[in-house]
């Protein structure tokens, strides 16, 4: 099993830039997240969905979209990247069913650097 | 709202050593608990986890108790490998909720 796959693991950008971060997922898993790690921070929750069409914003949501056309897939999008958007970005997922004791499954990691 | 506080890091200990990382959450109803694991380069993974009162989760030598009246899940291991270096991050999701809630992590250094 591939898990849960990110792409690419490393970018750098200039201010301004666009572009996405790709998550895919072969478990079948109905909820999907996107987490930024910060040094002191711990991992503070970007998006989520519940399912394919369904998106919900977290906790420090702005700056960035989301789409959920499939049950595997959900790419993180930054329109206009800024410096404050340096971090390492984590996808992770979990069975729906019995959610509030289910894992999160991650991937390996982003790690995104504006300048 | 529901949060997770852990000791700060960087926790250094020797090989053999004994080790406790603090955790207390903040939280309505009945959460799940759960300790996840980073080693360096990679995501996190789940170590142990407890669903309701006086559960004890276990897993490679790691234990912790899901302590409602303390509202605590402290880590623990006897006895500490190089190996166990990597960051420690407790963690609750609530009854009902779809969102895990992350403490800020803690960094251990376990020295030969």
């Known amino acids: 099993n591939a898990g849960v796959t990110q792409t690419p693991k490393f970018q750098v950008l200039k201010t301004g830039q666009s572009m996405t971060l790709q998550c895919a997922q072969d478990m079948n898993h109905e909820y999907m997240s996107w987490y930024r790690q910060d040094p002191g921070m711990g991992l503070r929750l970007i998006h989520y969905s519940v399912g394919a069409g369904i998106t919900d914003q977290g906790e420090v949501p702005n700056g960035y979209n989301v789409s959920r056309s499939t049950t595997e897939d959900f790419p993180l999008r930054l329109l206009s990247a800024a410096p404050s958007q340096t971090s390492v970005y984590f996808c992770?997922?979990?069975?729906?069913?019995?959610?509030?004791?289910?894992?999160?499954?991650f991937g390996n990691g982003t790690r995104l650097t504006v300048t | 709202g529901d949060s997770v506080t852990q000791m700060e890091g960087p926790v250094t200990l020797s090989e053999e050593a004994f080790l406790t990382i603090n955790c207390t959450y903040t939280?309505?109803?009945?959460?799940?608990l759960f300790w996840y694991v980073q080693y360096p380069g990679e995501g996190l993974q789940l170590l142990l986890k407890?669903?309701?009162?006086?559960d004890k989760g276990s897993n490679k030598g790691f234990e912790a108790t899901y302590r409602k009246e303390t509202t605590s899940f402290h880590l623990e291991k006897g006895s500490v490998q190089v190996s166990d270096s990597a960051v420690y991050f407790c963690a609750l999701i609530n009854t009902g909720g779809f969102k895990t809630i992350f403490g800020a992590g803690t960094r251990l250094f376990v020295k030969a």
């Open positions: 407890a669903t309701k009162a006086d």
């Open positions: 939280a309505t109803g009945y959460p799940s």
């Open positions: 992770a997922s979990r069975k729906r069913e019995s959610s509030y004791n289910s894992p999160l499954h």
